[in-house]
């Protein structure tokens, strides 16, 4: 029920984004013809066992308001109604469009509704599916917003059995396709990322904790590349010599968020970037082969040679 909510609030904002003004008997028409329209619509099981007249998909007016409440507090979308003609619309345009995860989540469900509704299509499109990523979402973005304790079963690659213990959920983080959630986790008494694709059970209990007022989710990542914070590890002005072919995806999709390019050629460019040179970010740099060549630090030129030199030992 939660996830298949979750979906048609997405839906919802994307049909009053790309639609601009709708009314709800237009929303629930277009609902009929959608994707999520297989899937079985828990309201209207609801209404049609109280005896109520009900066509499957309908969503009476009282749960509409709710649907609206609900998309304003999780991810900050303002449907507003137009008096003169009873029609819903998105009120902050700009708000919705500013809000990354909100943006990328959206895409997503709106990729999989035109697939949907262009059956002719779906075997001319091929497409990624985010791995499990948002089958605990739901849970943990309510048990953010009543800052509840989440109880969860978690099964890492490293391990073969199930581990469980709670978590205070802080925040939310999207690397390479998956969500992860971070949070103090109780038994070690310390800020621990756990992937949402590895959850095996998840529930929100019903004890309180209190957000530090001091943890700031942009300031605890700040200098890091992906998903780790790794601590060890000190924050450094990388520089990365990347061919005219290369820069073209760098422009495009920088690597970093901190990533500015200081120097250009006719056939090349010099990027710098301050983060810590993580093994997320050193499998990120040899993954573009020999278009990109690290010039400083010498350091992680070094130990980027090394993983090279043992790489190519394994095809000797």
Known sequence: MARNLFARYLWEINTLYDRGHITLKELNALYRDSYLYDEADEQARLERRSGKQVDDGAIPRRTWDNHRREI??????????????????????????????????????????????????????????????????????????????????????????????????????????????????????????????????????????????????????????????????????????ANAEERAYLRTLPLHHSQQEVETADDHSVFELRLRPSFDFKQAVLAMGANVEVLEPQSLRKELKAMLTDMLQKYL
């Open 72 to 241: 304003e507090t999780i991810f900050d979308v303002n449907i507003d109604c137009r008096k003169s003609d009873n029609t819903y619309y998105i009120a902050d345009d700009e708000g919705y469009m500013a809000s990354k995860m909100t943006h990328m989540v959206c895409n997503h469900f709106a990729v999989k509704n035109m697939l949907g509704e262009a059956k002719d299509l779906k075997q001319r499109v091929i497409y990624e599916d985010i791995p499990s990523g948002f089958n605990h979402l739901t849970t943990v973005i309510q048990a953010m917003r009543e800052n509840k304790v989440l109880s969860i079963g978690y099964r890492s690659f490293t391990r073969a059995d199930l581990t469980e213990f709670h978590l205070h959920p802080y925040c939310l983080k999207v690397f390479r396709l998956r969500w992860y959630v971070v949070g103090w986790h109780e038994p070690t008494g310390d800020i621990r990322i756990y992937s949402l694709d590895r959850i095996c059970n998840i529930e929100i209990t019903a004890t309180k904790f209190n957000m530090p007022a001091d943890f700031d989710p942009q300031e605890y990542f700040e200098g890091s590349f992906g998903v780790f914070r790794n601590d060890g590890v000190a924050v450094t002005t990388v520089r990365l010599r």
